[in-house]
């Protein structure tokens, strides 16, 4: 079986560590020529020597995707080395405020739907640009089941998730007559990083964090960042080609009530 992604250059934000990381090293296994961005210099550098050392090719570019300025870099300098972007993954995004409403204050309320909303639409806008002229592209956004249901303590984290479902709809339905797909993966529990930040602001070990979010799954067990990463390569596939405006959801099986 060949590489599905043979020939594409494809984007993804956030793509230092976690999720992202594991999507970029698929897609470079795939074929796709990789460019990672985020503000952590160090760990897309990293990522960059990992994918390299395996035979791909990445390209790390520090920007902030929440701003102008930042988009506007980061797709400079991969259309500069790449060529035309194909694919793009919104992965970049934060825990954001944890805390019931009246505790929370606006900075942090600011700073989240920035980065977690304001950014992807950024970024979609700027590809779509360059897409619609080619008619053709795809553009995946990495939401949350967290996007599916209420959450007590988390209200801009689950605003701005819940809010990546309309924009990946309301995309599809503009884009979809260029034949560009736009669609939206909703991870439940990944093992990452966040988690060790999670534990540690709800006063509990990592294992204590796994077990308990392990138990609400049909599988009893939380996914990993390859599972997400396999999910992303099959929909920026041209086997994926009649499939936009979906929300994937990727939790081993969490039942909503």
């Not at 594409?8 to 999720?19: D, H, L, P, S």
Request: charged residues 20%; hydrophobic residues 45%.
């Amino acid at each position: 079986m060949g590489r599905r992604l043979e020939g594409k250059v494809a984007i993804v934000t956030g793509g230092g560590t976690g999720i992202g990381r594991a999507i970029a090293e698929r897609f470079a296994r795939e074929g796709a020529k990789v460019a990672i961005s985020g503000r952590r210099a160090h760990l897309l550098d990293e990522t960059c020597a990992a994918i390299n050392a395996a035979g791909g090719q990445a390209l790390a570019v520090t920007a902030d995707t929440a701003t102008e300025e930042g988009v506007e870099r980061l797709f400079a300098a991969t259309t500069s080395t790449f060529g035309p972007v194909d694919i793009l993954v919104n992965n970049a995004a934060i825990a954001g405020a944890i805390g019931p409403i009246w505790e929370l204050d606006l900075a942090g309320w600011e700073e989240t739907l920035r980065i977690n909303l304001t950014g992807p639409w950024l970024c979609a806008r700027t590809a779509a640009r360059s897409m619609m002229s080619r008619r053709r592209g795809k553009i995946i956004n990495i939401g949350s089941i967290t996007g599916k249901r209420p959450l007590a303590t988390r209200t801009p984290y689950a605003t701005t998730k819940m809010g990546l479902v309309g924009l990946t709809r309301t995309l599809a339905l503009e884009l979809g007559p260029y034949d560009i797909n736009v669609v939206l993966i909703s991870p439940g529990a990944v093992e990452t990083p966040r988690l060790d930040e999670l534990a540690e602001r709800w006063g509990t070990s990592v294992e204590n964090l796994k077990q308990n979010m392990a138990a609400n799954a049909a599988l009893k067990r939380i996914c990993t960042p390859e599972d997400i990463a396999a999910v992303a390569a099959f929909l920026a596939s041209d086997e994926a080609h009649n499939i936009t405006g979906i929300d994937v959801t990727v939790d081993a099986g969490v039942w909503y009530s």
